[in-house]
């Protein structure tokens, strides 16, 4: 049996390697039989931060998702909370489609634990407000930080840690991350430290997922 070929997309356009595998890396350490390829769509380099960059991204991420399947991998993992694209691809395409997004909802409503988001917008995006209903207490955006590349500014840290401790205030047992850039800079267990709250990475949550679809067969050693 092949190992299993997931194609990950990213919405930050760069040329820079390292940051275009990040998110492999991870998935990789957790997983090392799995081969992946990571891809990012054009001309975005700020990401996708509004309403008007996830309609640039929808078609850009479709055509890179209809490309890894036509290549005969066997699942496509959007990595960003929007999700953008998702929807589409799943209706398409006869892998499985995976958008961290409404993995981190689905993970988060089977705990039912009210939590707090912190995101790179004003609303918790895509359709995580639906999953979750009034376990989202309230989504905070540092005042500073409005795209994915404002999360590598020294003073991000604090920024976030500041907003959830006003999420923790509020009643939140624990944080969303509504954004996989918050998943590349590592701020989890910096959060998970200083709040002494459950993070929910969404990097992680569909991590889980992942596993589910392409290795859930293997035989294991008893």
């Not at 999700?83 to 209706?91: I, M, N």
């Amino acid at each position: 049996m092949h190992n299993p070929r997931l194609g990950l997309i990213r919405v930050l356009t760069t040329d820079n390697l390292d940051l275009l595998q990040s998110h492999e890396r991870i998935i990789k350490k957790a997983f090392p039989q799995i081969t992946i390829e990571s891809r990012c769509i054009p001309d975005q380099f700020d990401g996708v931060h509004d309403d008007e960059s996830e309609a640039l991204a929808i078609p850009k991420v479709a055509s890179l998702g209809r490309q890894f399947a036509q290549e005969g991998f066997d699942a496509v993992y959007v990595s960003c909370v929007g999700d953008p694209g998702v929807a589409l691809l799943q209706k398409e395409l006869s892998i499985p489609v995976i958008g961290a997004g409404r993995a981190t909802g689905h993970v988060i409503s089977a705990c039912q634990m009210p939590v707090g988001a912190l995101s790179i917008t004003d609303d918790a995006p895509g359709v995580t407000p639906a999953i979750l209903g009034d376990l989202l207490l309230k989504t905070v955006r540092p005042e500073k930080i409005h795209t994915t590349l404002d999360l590598f500014r020294p003073e991000a840290e604090d920024e976030l840690v500041s907003a959830g401790l006003a999420l923790k205030e509020l009643g939140a047992k624990g944080i969303m991350l509504a954004c996989t850039g918050l998943s590349t800079i590592g701020i989890a267990p910096k959060l998970q430290e200083r709040l002494g709250l459950t993070i929910f990475d969404p990097l992680r949550c569909a991590m889980g997922v992942i596993w589910s679809v392409l290795c859930a067969g293997e035989k294991t050693n008893n």
